[in-house]
């Protein structure tokens, strides 16, 4: 990916993400793509990039065999976020494109009521911080290959610029 390319994504998060999360959020796509496993996606409109969407192995410690991603994050300009299409494309592409990779399944840590809408569903699986998981239902699974999610347990990882801590409290979210 080209410097320019980078720039313009890391400026879609920051915009999409706001004053309040929007340095960090932007910060970390940065190093995501920075990544050679990271899987990231974008959506144009009249020939410029609006969207972006991105992908980072997740791994179950136990269950190396399995192929599995986290979504994070998932921005677009705030003037294309309603009635646009681009959300949907974003989510509808990445998950095509996971499928074709024979990921076995995608989590997120996410809004609830967003994420269901494209098959996810809340998840017991762990967190690599468990103990920082109090709204449940945002820690959420859609399985791309049948029966897998029922064999993964136990500690996971994921890559480490989403590693911190702060990126999996949800404490302070609502």
């Known amino acids: 990916m080209n410097t320019s390319e980078t720039e313009i994504i890391k400026n879609i998060h920051l915009l999409a993400f706001g004053e309040e999360e929007g340095a960090e959020t932007a910060d970390?796509?940065?190093?995501?793509?920075?990544?050679?496993?990271?899987i990231s996606i974008n959506a144009e409109r009249d020939g410029k990039i609006v969207g972006n969407i991105i992908f980072t192995p997740f791994l179950f410690k136990?269950?190396?065999?399995?192929?599995?991603?986290?979504?994070?994050?998932?921005g677009v300009l705030p003037e294309y976020q309603h009635g646009h299409g681009v959300g949907k494309e974003l989510m509808q592409s990445g998950i095509t494109h996971l499928k074709n990779?024979?990921?076995?399944?995608?989590?997120?840590?996410?809004?609830?009521?967003?994420?269901?809408?494209?098959?996810?569903?809340?998840?017991?699986?762990?967190?690599?911080?468990?103990?920082?998981?109090?709204?449940?239902?945002?820690?959420?699974?859609?399985?791309?290959?049948?029966?897998?999610?029922?064999?993964?347990?136990?500690?996971?990882?994921?890559?480490?610029?989403?590693?911190?801590?702060?990126?999996?409290?949800?404490?302070?979210?609502?």
């Open 28 to 38: 970390l796509a940065e190093s995501f793509l920075a990544l050679p496993d990271t």
């Open 101 to 174: 990779c024979d990921v076995d399944a995608v989590f997120v840590l996410g809004v609830p009521t967003y994420y269901p809408r494209y098959g996810f569903v809340p998840t017991d699986k762990q967190t690599p911080y468990p103990d920082l998981l109090t709204l449940p239902a945002s820690w959420m699974v859609l399985e791309l290959n049948p029966g897998v999610v029922s064999l993964l347990s136990g500690e996971t990882t994921a890559v480490e610029p989403i590693m911190q801590p702060i990126w999996w409290d949800t404490s302070g979210r609502g």
């Open 62 to 74: 136990d269950h190396p065999d399995k192929k599995c991603y986290l979504l994070a994050p998932i």
